[in-house]
């Protein structure tokens, strides 16, 4: 099963290693599905997670922001993010979410931003929220 995580969840991930996101990123780490990022996806989170308000919350150092997200870099299955969707007027960042998804086939959108959620699903894909898709990841192996 391959999913997209919206920025978001990586962020919260850092915040509160225990919630949702960090449970997903946990079973990513387990190999329970696979990661789908675009380059564009990593250059936003990379971004926010030097904004000042964010640091505060998470309280990594500036070479522990960058070791997280050349890790997840490394580690996940990175699409060529030459595809371009607008189906989110308002949010860029959102629509390469979406053109990530659909480039790399991924099974599923994982997203707390309002502007994804709100579509409910994109060429197909289900968007779902994180606690969603916890609940697939446990369903999915429970039938292994």
Known sequence: M???LDVGQHVS?????????GQILDAWH?????????LSIMANLRRVMFYTH??????LSDAAIN??????VAAATVTSGELEVLA???????????????EGNADYI????GHLTQ????????????????????QQNTHL
């Open 110 to 113: 994982v997203a707390s931003d």
């Open 119 to 138: 579509l409910k699903t994109y060429a197909s894909i289900p968007i779902v929220l994180p606690r969603q898709f916890l609940e697939i990841l446990q």
């Open 54 to 59: 964010i640091r505060k919350r998470h309280q």
């Open 30 to 38: 387990e190999g329970q599905f696979e990661l789908v990022i675009s």
């Open 67 to 72: 070791a997280f997200v050349d890790a997840i």
């Open 13 to 21: 991930a850092t915040i509160q290693a225990s919630g949702h996101p």
């Open 88 to 102: 989110v007027p308002n949010d860029p960042a959102d629509n390469k979410v979406l053109a990530c998804a659909k």
């Open 2 to 4: 391959k999913a997209v």
